[in-house]
């Protein structure tokens, strides 16, 4: 049997101990890079916790609703079954949210899509006389919490649904948080808002005075969208 020389005997211990280093390194590096991202794991879950507790905090101070009917989205859907109530919201709040941005200037009344022509007036004049004041009114980082439709009225003329609104915002730079109410209004004939536009059937184009479903004319089915339908004729603070 061959002698093993010293040189290599040395080479072998060399080449053992480099490899030995080579894995301490890499299970060092490896550990580093673990307790890095352990690290970063734990602040990204401290943040979203605080992110939470946050919206959780806003949403428990938030100003609560005056009284809301029970019944209220049963009463809607028995006169138009079609009614979307998530679309319904989305719409209001979307307009409340334009609606401050008109007063302080920062949008044109036009961009009040689903609203009466004559609101869109009274938001546009209202915009005119704020701007005019020696210290105007000026809505920043505004904040909705949540809406709900409360109560729902229905005459000759129009069919009414009365959303509230609780939000905040910053006047002037002062925080504050309201209840502002909003009349989002079906017009079942030409009334004082001088609305039609669930008048006319889109089949025969004869008029239609009332919401039913099929045209008294030509007997077609009436399919209406709440989002053409509906549209937002008022919007004051409540509280």
Not at 2 to 20: M, W
Not at 125 to 138: E, G, I
Not at 144 to 172: G, M
């Amino acid at each position: 049997m061959p002698e093993i020389s010293t040189a290599l005997i040395i080479k072998i211990i060399v080449i053992a101990v480099a490899i030995g280093g080579g894995i301490a390194v890499i299970y060092s590096v490896k550990k580093a890079v673990s307790n890095a991202i352990g690290r970063q794991l734990s602040r990204a879950n401290d943040l979203l916790r605080t992110i939470n507790d946050a919206t959780e905090e806003r949403q428990n101070n938030a100003m609560q609703f005056t009284y809301v009917d029970p019944n209220v989205v049963n009463n809607i859907k028995r006169d138009f079954p079609d009614y979307d109530e998530n679309i319904a919201k989305s719409i209001v709040e979307n307009t409340v949210m334009k609606y401050f941005l008109v007063i302080n200037g920062e949008a044109s009344e036009n961009q009040l899509e689903y609203c009466t022509e004559a609101f869109k007036q009274r938001a546009a004049t209202m915009a005119k006389d704020n701007l005019s004041t020696v210290t105007p009114k000026h809505y920043d980082d505004i904040h909705i919490h949540k809406s709900q439709v409360a109560s729902y009225h229905r005459d000759h003329d129009a069919a009414t649904a009365k959303f509230q609104v609780s939000l905040e915002y910053k006047l002037n730079g002062i925080k504050a948080q309201h209840i502002y109410e909003a009349d989002y209004s079906y017009y079942l004939s030409m009334g004082i808002e001088g609305e039609n536009a669930s008048l006319i059937c889109q089949f025969c184009g004869a008029p239609v005075d009332t919401a039913g479903s099929v045209c008294p004319y030509c007997g077609s089915e009436i399919h209406s969208s709440v989002e053409r339908t509906w549209k937002v004729s008022r919007i004051s603070m409540l509280r």
